[in-house]
T-cell receptor
């Protein structure tokens, strides 16, 4: 079946603008994760959804970042008043359920560039 | 604090030589450790996890709780093993987020 998909694949925006990044998880996966990967670094956790609710948003760097998953499937990561430091690859992953032993399947990422 | 350390940014070996990618972790509890791999122009994918005790593509990794290590090994490297390798830790109940290391780029030379 189809894997995790993310759109857009690339996004270039200007400092101060608002952006939305979309993630389509594998069908039937209840757990969804967002990570951010800066150049030369490993992915860094942002937020975890179990169904529609954010079970852990401890990784969101500040209140400019927000994510939703209103129907328990597609998720949108929203960044307000973008800053140059937000430039990174944003990765989405899903797993069948939340759980330490459940493999997370990653999407191809959205490369965000803030000019 | 929970942390994963991969001390080598780049590791170059010749085809047929043994490979060891180092991973050390810091975690107060019983973590689950994973190795993820990213081949050129592909997405991040699971290579192996310690709970499975399996060998994938000739790679193995043993969790050493005494040394808090989870090094990835392969006796004979192949050119197709060239990729970016990330060690990851999961363990906090209720969240299951991964904590990743900074990654090691493996180059297998012909």
């Amino acid at each position: 079946g189809a894997g995790v998909s993310q759109t857009p694949s690339n996004k270039v925006t200007e400092k101060g603008k608002y952006v939305e990044l979309r993630c389509d998880p594998i069908s039937g996966h209840t757990a969804l994760y967002w990570y951010r990967q800066s150049l030369g670094q490993g992915p860094e956790f942002l937020i975890y959804f179990q169904g529609t609710g954010a079970a852990d948003d401890s990784g969101l760097p500040n209140d400019r970042f927000f994510a939703v998953r209103p129907e328990g499937s597609v998720s949108t990561l929203k960044i307000q008043r973008t800053e140059r430091g937000d430039s990174a690859v944003y990765l989405c992953a899903s797993s069948k359920t939340g759980g330490t032993y459940n493999e997370q399947f990653f999407g191809p990422g959205t490369r965000l560039t803030v000019l | 604090a929970q942390r994963v350390t991969q001390p080598e940014k780049l590791l170059s070996v010749f085809k047929g030589a043994p490979v060891e990618l180092k991973c050390n972790y810091s975690y107060s509890g019983s973590p689950e450790l994973f190795w993820y791999v990213q081949y050129s122009r592909q997405r991040l994918q699971l290579l192996l996890r310690h709970i499975s005790r399996e060998s994938i593509k000739g790679f193995t990794a043993d969790l050493n709780k005494g040394e808090t290590s989870f090094h990835l090994k392969k006796p004979f490297a192949q050119e197709e093993d060239s990729a970016m390798y990330y060690c990851a830790l999961s363990g906090a109940s209720g969240t299951y987020k991964y904590i990743f290391g900074t990654g090691t780029r493996l180059k297998v030379l012909a």
